[in-house]
């Protein structure tokens, strides 16, 4: 995967390609959350399941059962607990949103439409249902609308796979013009890593400003990039965020 092989500032420089390609601002470090925690999906399931065992009301704790049976991929369980939640407040968006996720999942992007528009008739944020939507939109080959959902996403509580899903379905999409630039980006920038190692000051001057050229093509977001990620550990939480990006960026380029 490129970027991590090379130094840091070599990497802040094909990072800010990649978040300019996706739309993406600065990744800030974040964890899987339910109901305020951090942990894996499998212990926030059992967290969960406690919860209802003394009360199998408990809204919040079926709403976090289903979210978490999605995550370890069980769609099955998850419905179960949408369902049951549904049957406690029928009011809430919530598990008319975790019906459009379990459809998705299932196969079955189609039937995932109503179930996300009764979600926001009855309250919730686009962007609380926009990775899921456009995944649902993806699956339909409806990639523009996908598209723009993934960028809604970005803003939301989903931010983190919107971008992995925006960079796929841009593949799916053929996205030509920002694709070529960020494949372009990635050959000057192996070329660089080449006149490091010769230390040809020069030669990585001109190849620097052929990359600041073809970045500025990628919007405004790239300059503020280059400037803020200069101190991203590869191994850090949101280092390993942004390995998996590039891992499905360099994808388009035939990387």
Excluded: W
């Excluded at 080959?141 to 509580?157: C, E, F, H, M, V």
Aim: charged letters at 20%; proline letters at 5%; one cysteine or more.
């Amino acid at each position: 995967m490129r970027g991590f092989s090379i130094n840091l500032g070599r990497l802040s420089v094909m990072t800010a390609c990649a978040a300019a390609l996706l739309g993406a601002q600065p990744a800030l470090a974040q964890t899987t959350s339910y109901a305020g925690y951090a942990e894996t999906p499998s212990a926030a399931l059992v967290r969960h399941i406690h919860t209802l065992a003394s009360d199998p009301k408990d809204f919040s704790a079926l709403i976090g059962a289903g979210k978490a049976s999605l995550e370890i991929g069980d769609p099955q369980a998850a419905a179960g607990f949408f369902a049951r939640a549904d049957e406690v407040n029928p009011r809430s968006p919530l598990p008319h949103a975790g019906m459009g996720a379990v459809s998705v999942a299932s196969g079955d992007p189609r039937s995932a439409m109503p179930y996300f528009s009764r979600a926001l008739q009855l309250g919730a944020p686009v962007s609380t249902i926009a990775c899921e939507r456009g995944l649902a939109y993806d699956l339909l080959g409806q990639q523009r609308q996908a598209q723009a959902d993934y960028r809604i996403a970005l803003n939301g509580p989903d931010a983190t796979e919107a971008r992995r899903r925006l960079a796929l379905s841009l593949a799916i999409s053929g996205d030509k013009a920002k694709t070529q630039t960020y494949c372009d980006i990635g050959k000057l920038n192996e070329q660089i890593e080449e006149a490091d190692e010769k230390k040809d000051v020069k030669k990585t001057e001109e190849l620097s400003q052929q990359i600041d050229a073809l970045g500025k093509k990628l919007g405004p977001e790239y300059a503020a990039l280059v400037d803020g990620l200069q101190d991203i550990d590869p191994q850090s939480e949101v280092g390993q965020e942004i390995s998996s990006t590039l891992d499905a960026l360099d994808n388009l380029c035939g990387g």
